[in-house]
C-alpha cells in the first residue's frame, strides 16, 4: 500500500501539502483495491500533517537508527540513505559498515560524517533503554522453540548483550542460519504479541513485542558464523580480532575473516573464524575486551562451568515460605532435570517475605520432606533454610533448629539503615557461625531498580575462606548476585561458591538454574570452583567440616 502510495506521488508530481491537499480533493478515478487503499493512506497522511507522521515514522524506526538520529549525527535524509545503501538497521551493521570505509563512500557522506557516525557509536547503546536479563531470556525461549520447527531454518541463536548474559540487556537479538527464511519471516510477522512491524526484508526482521525490539536475522548457512560472531560483539572484543586480523595481513568484517593472499572467507561458524585466528573458541560471557584475548593466545581460558555441571539446587522456596509449589512439586521437578540431590530452603520467621517459616513449623516440614525422600528415592533432598541476619549478628532461627538442617543459607535483606561496616560485620558475625554453610546474594541489589550494598567484598570473601562458608551466585532474575565481575573476585580469592535457582515455583527452576551459569561464567568460573558442580558426598562434607570446627 505505501508503495503504491507513493508511485501516486510520483506520477501526480506531488512534492509537498500544498500539492497533496488539491489532489485529493479531486482524485483520479480508481478500481483497484491498491489504489484505493493508497488514496486513503494519503488522505490519512495529509489530515495528520508532516510533523506527525515524521515524529510518528520515526518512533517506528528500529531503536538504534532511532537513537542514532536523535544523537544529532545525522538528518531523515542521511538516516534513510544508510538503510536503503547499507542495509543498516542496528549498531552492529553500522560498525560493520564504519570498519568497511562504507559509509564515506555514500553520496552527502564522506569520512567526516563516517567519523561522527563511528563516535556517536561508543555511546548509542548507553542510550537504548535495557532491560533484565530474565526478562529478555523469557520473551526470547518462545521464539527460538518456534524456529526450531520452522522448515529452512538451520539452527537459531540468541545474540548480542543476551547471549553475552549482561544483567541487563539493550538488544533482543536471534541469528538464524537459514537457506530459506520466507516462511519463517511470514510466521513471525504474524504472531499475535507484535505492536509493530519496524523492518522487514529477505533475510531481516525488527517487531515490537511488549514495547521491546527483537530483530531476526537469517544469513545463509555459509555466513551464519561471521554474523553471528559480529552480532554478539562486543565491540571491543571485535575491535581486539580485527586487529589480530590485520597483524596476520588479513580482514575480519561482518562477511567473515578474510585471509592474505585472496581466498574465500571464513564465515560459516565462529569456531572456524577463531581457529583461521590462531586461537580457541572464546565463549560468548567473557567477550568483554579485557583480557579474553590475551588469555586466549597465551592458552589461558578457563574451562568455564556449564549447565551440565550441576549436580544440584541448593536454593529454592515452597508453600511453606513465600514459594508456590508444594515440597514434592518441587523435588519431582528437581528429579526430572536429572540431579543428584536439591534443598528445600524456606524463609526464616523475620524476613520480610509474604510467608515464613516459623521455628514450630521446622518439625512439621522436616516430617512431610522425610514422606517425599520415600516418593522421589532417586533425588536426596536436604532439608535447609535460607536465615536472616538479625541487626545484631545474631541468626533468625537458635541453634537447637538449625542443628538439626543438612545445611543452612544466611541472608541480608534490609534495604538500608546499617553503614557498610555494620553489614559487613552481621555477614562477619555470620559466616563465623559453625552452622552457617552458605552466604546468599551477597550485594542484595534488585535489577534493574536496586544497585545493592556498597561493601568492601574483598574482606568479605577473606572471611569465607578462612571460615569456610560457600558464597551465592543466585540465578533470580532480579538478582543475578554476586553479578560476574564479583564472582571473578570470589574465585580468584579462593572462594568456593554454589550457582542456585532461588526458585519459587517449578517452571522456573532450570531457567534460573541456566541464569545462574550464565553469570557465573562472566565471572569466569570453572566447575572445580563450584560446590554443586560435585557429588552429594563432598556437599556433605564440607558442611561437616565447618560443623566440626
Known amino acids: 500500500m505505501l508503495r503504491r502510495a507513493a508511485i501516486l506521488v510520483q506520477q501526480h508530481r506531488i512534492e509537498t501539502d500544498a500539492d497533496l491537499g488539491p489532489f485529493l480533493e479531486s482524485p483520479p478515478a480508481v478500481s483497484a483495491q491498491a489504489d484505493r487503499e493508497a488514496l486513503t493512506r494519503l488522505q490519512h497522511m495529509f489530515d495528520a500533517g508532516a510533523w506527525v507522521l515524521r515524529e510518528s515514522a520515526i518512533a517506528d524506526l528500529p531503536t538504534d537508527l532511532r537513537w542514532l538520529f536523535e544523537s544529532g549525527v545525522v538528518t531523515v535524509d542521511q538516516l534513510s540513505a544508510l538503510h536503503a545503501a547499507l542495509g543498516a538497521a542496528t549498531a552492529a551493521d553500522l560498525s560493520a559498515a564504519v570498519d568497511a570505509q562504507a559509509i564515506r563512500r555514500l553520496p552527502a557522506f564522506g569520512p567526516e560524517a563516517e567519523y561522527a557516525i563511528a563516535a556517536a557509536l561508543i555511546d548509542l547503546r548507553a542510550a537504548v533503554p535495557r532491560i533484565p536479563l530474565g526478562r529478555a531470556a523469557a520473551m526470547i525461549e518462545p521464539i527460538l522453540d518456534r524456529l526450531a520447527r520452522t522448515p529452512g531454518i538451520c539452527s537459531a541463536t540468541p545474540a548480542g548483550s543476551l547471549r553475552r548474559g549482561q544483567d541487563t540487556v539493550g538488544d533482543v537479538e536471534i541469528v538464524a542460519a537459514a537457506d530459506e527464511p520466507s516462511a519463517a519471516i511470514e510466521e513471525l510477522s504474524r504472531l499475535p504479541d507484535i505492536s509493530r512491524l519496524l523492518h522487514r526484508s529477505s533475510r531481516r526482521l525488527y517487531l515490537l513485542m511488549d514495547r521491546i525490539q527483537l530483530g531476526v536475522r537469517f544469513p545463509e548457512p555459509a555466513t551464519a558464523g561471521a554474523v553471528l560472531l559480529h552480532v554478539t560483539g562486543s565491540y571491543a572484543h571485535l575491535d581486539a580480532l580485527r586487529a589480530i586480523a590485520r597483524e596476520r595481513g588479513g580482514r575480519l568484517t561482518i562477511d567473515g575473516y578474510f585471509p592474505p593472499g585472496g581466498g574465500p572467507p571464513v564465515a560459516a561458524r565462529e569456531e572456524d573464524i577463531y581457529a583461521a585466528l590462531e586461537l580457541p573458541f572464546i565463549p560468548p560471557e567473557i567477550r568483554q ?49 536429572g540431579y543428584e540431590y536439591c534443598a528445600i530452603t524456606d524463609h526464616s520467621p523475620h524476613s520480610a517475605a509474604s510467608r515464613n517459616l516459623s521455628v514450630d513449623d521446622v518439625k512439621r516440614q522436616a516430617d512431610e520432606i522425610a514422606a517425599v525422600r520415600e516418593q522421589v528415592p532417586s533425588l536426596t533432598i536436604l532439608h535447609g533454610c535460607e536465615v536472616d541476619i538479625l541487626a545484631d549478628g545474631r541468626l533468625d532461627m537458635p541453634d537447637r ?10 541472608s541480608l535483606h534490609e534495604r538500608a539503615g546499617h553503614t557498610p561496616a555494620q553489614l559487613l560485620r552481621r555477614y562477619a558475625d555470620a559466616m563465623r557461625h559453625p552452622l552457617v554453610n552458605v552466604i546468599t546474594h551477597p550485594t542484595n541489589r534488585i535489577l534493574p531498580h536496586r544497585r545493592g550494598y556498597d561493601l568492601d567484598y574483598d574482606r568479605l570473601f577473606e572471611t569465607a575462606v578462612e571460615t569456610g562458608t560457600i558464597v551465592e551466585i543466585d540465578g533470580a532474575p532480579a538478582h543475578l548476585d554476586m553479578d560476574g565481575a564479583l564472582a571473578r573476585r570470589a574465585v580468584a580469592a ?35 570452583h563450584v560446590v554443586n558442580a560435585r557429588p552429594l558426598a563432598e556437599v556433605r562434607a564440607l558442611v561437616a567440616r565447618k560443623r566440626g570446627a
Not at 401 to 410: P, T, Y
Open 289 to 337: 575486551g579485557d583480557d579474553e584475548v590475551p588469555a586466549a593466545r597465551r592458552g589461558a581460558l578457563p574451562a568455564l562451568v556449564s549447565r551440565a555441571d550441576m549436580r544440584g539446587d541448593l536454593h529454592m522456596h515452597t508453600s511453606w515460605s513465600d514459594g508456590r509449589d508444594s515440597v514434592a512439586q518441587m523435588a519431582e521437578a528437581c528429579r526430572d532435570l
Open 401 to 410: 533448629v538449625l542443628e538439626r538442617l543438612d545445611i543452612v543459607l544466611a
Open 494 to 528: 579462593g572462594v568456593t561458591v554454589v550457582v542456585d535457582s532461588d526458585a519459587h515455583r517449578t517452571e522456573v527452576l532450570d531457567r534460573q538454574m541456566r541464569l545462574g551459569v550464565t553469570t557465573a561464567r562472566r565471572g569466569w568460573v570453572e566447575p572445580r
